[in-house]
């Protein structure tokens, strides 16, 4: 078990035993070993240094996390394994978790789940780029060595997740998912949850969709490691790994995973919206054809050409 995933006042119970064995005159491994003894908690010799050299909080510090389930931490956990990112800054001592997305409503709920997992009063600050991205940045040495053990070891994910998994899912589905609206021959509707190098990760979530939601999913391989990915400057970049995709197995499906799962993207939820409220009055080869008409197509998405309501749309139809 990983120190950084066990509950606040725990931690703090360990804590307190490590100084006391340390005016007991203790070694470092003598440490470690009396805290694996008695606790099954495996500590490093680099975490005790830091805790003997430095004016460590652990509650009531000002960026202390504690690690209990939450709809807000499963949603983060979410988007920390697909766009989100933990950085550590060594020169400044700065331990961060990070998101930068084009969405900036998607940027805004992730630093409302962070702050209130970190117990702030206001949100993190969204920043927009020169790049045309929305950025946030929150800032917690135990949130970001919690989140780094989930990475190692994903088994003590599930235990964070479980309690809440729609808020885990979205979190992974704005992050790397897509709900899409195909007008070829009539309309219809796709959601796909990841596309991601992480087979265990997508295996996990097939399994909760079924589990919680009775949502039926497909998982298949899109690309293999070794083959060209993309073209860069001239430059030719090729995988490194396989890249898998799990997608809802039919319409269906779909639309229950939009209804239960949701998203925090205002676009992808309005064009699941735009989506019902045409099939619901028309032909599916009528809502192809005004579909075209609200949408338009850039390289292989389909984005809607305003934000007016969809009846102005339909006016002339």
């Given at each position: 078990?990983?120190?950084?995933?066990?509950?606040?006042?725990?931690?703090?119970?360990?804590?307190?035993?490590?100084?006391s064995?340390?005016q007991n005159?203790?070694?470092y491994k003598?440490?470690?070993?009396?805290?694996?003894s008695?606790f099954?908690?495996?500590l490093?010799?680099?975490t005790?240094s830091y805790?003997?050299n430095?004016n460590?909080k652990l509650v009531?510090?000002?960026n202390?996390?504690?690690s209990i389930a939450?709809?807000e931490?499963?949603?983060?956990?979410?988007v920390?394994?697909?766009?989100g990112?933990?950085?550590f800054?060594?020169?400044?001592q700065?331990?961060?978790?990070?998101?930068e997305?084009?969405?900036?409503d998607?940027?805004?709920?992730?630093?409302?789940?962070v702050?209130?997992?970190?117990?702030?009063n206001?949100?993190?600050?969204?920043?927009?780029t020169?790049?045309?991205m929305?950025?946030?940045?929150?800032r917690s040495k135990?949130l970001?060595y919690?989140?780094?053990?989930?990475?190692?070891d994903?088994e003590?994910?599930?235990?964070?997740v479980e309690?809440?998994?729609?808020?885990?899912i979205?979190?992974?589905?704005?992050?790397e998912?897509?709900?899409s609206?195909?007008p070829?021959?009539?309309?219809?509707?796709?959601v796909?949850?990841?596309s991601?190098?992480?087979?265990e990760l997508l295996?996990y979530?097939?399994d909760?969709?079924?589990?919680?939601f009775m949502?039926k999913?497909?998982?298949s391989?899109?690309?293999?490691?070794g083959m060209?990915d993309?073209?860069?400057?001239?430059?030719?970049?090729?995988?490194?790994?396989?890249?898998f995709?799990l997608?809802?197995?039919?319409?269906?499906q779909a639309?229950?995973?939009c209804e239960?799962?949701?998203?925090a993207?205002?676009?992808?939820?309005?064009k699941?919206?735009?989506?019902?409220?045409l099939?619901?009055?028309?032909?599916?080869?009528?809502?192809?054809i005004l579909?075209?008409k609200?949408?338009h197509?850039?390289?292989?998405?389909?984005?809607?050409?305003n934000?007016?309501?969809?009846?102005?749309f339909l006016i002339?139809y």
């Amino acid at each position: 078990m990983s120190y950084c995933t066990i509950p606040l006042d725990q931690r703090q119970i360990i804590y307190d035993k490590v100084f006391s064995l340390k005016q007991n005159g203790l070694s470092y491994k003598k440490i470690i070993e009396q805290i694996l003894s008695e606790f099954r908690i495996k500590l490093h010799k680099s975490t005790l240094s830091y805790w003997f050299n430095n004016n460590v909080k652990l509650v009531g510090g000002e960026n202390y996390f504690n690690s209990i389930a939450s709809p807000e931490l499963s949603y983060v956990l979410g988007v920390m394994f697909g766009d989100g990112a933990i950085t550590f800054n060594k020169k400044k001592q700065d331990y961060a978790i990070r998101l930068e997305a084009k969405d900036k409503d998607f940027v805004e709920n992730f630093s409302t789940c962070v702050s209130k997992v970190l117990n702030k009063n206001r949100n993190y600050l969204v920043c927009k780029t020169k790049r045309e991205m929305y950025s946030v940045k929150g800032r917690s040495k135990q949130l970001y060595y919690f989140i780094k053990s989930l990475k190692e070891d994903f088994e003590l994910l599930k235990k964070f997740v479980e309690p809440f998994p729609a808020e885990f899912i979205r979190g992974v589905l704005d992050s790397e998912g897509t709900i899409s609206a195909s007008p070829k021959k009539y309309l219809k509707l796709r959601v796909y949850i990841a596309s991601s190098a992480n087979l265990e990760l997508l295996k996990y979530l097939r399994d909760l969709l079924f589990r919680n939601f009775m949502i039926k999913t497909i998982l298949s391989k899109t690309k293999t490691a070794g083959m060209i990915d993309s073209v860069i400057d001239g430059r030719v970049i090729r995988r490194t790994k396989d890249l898998f995709q799990l997608a809802a197995v039919n319409e269906e499906q779909a639309i229950l995973c939009c209804e239960l799962i949701g998203s925090a993207i205002s676009r992808k939820i309005k064009k699941f919206e735009d989506f019902i409220f045409l099939r619901k009055r028309y032909t599916r080869l009528e809502a192809a054809i005004l579909w075209q008409k609200i949408y338009h197509k850039e390289g292989r998405f389909w984005i809607r050409n305003n934000t007016k309501s969809i009846d102005s749309f339909l006016i002339t139809y």
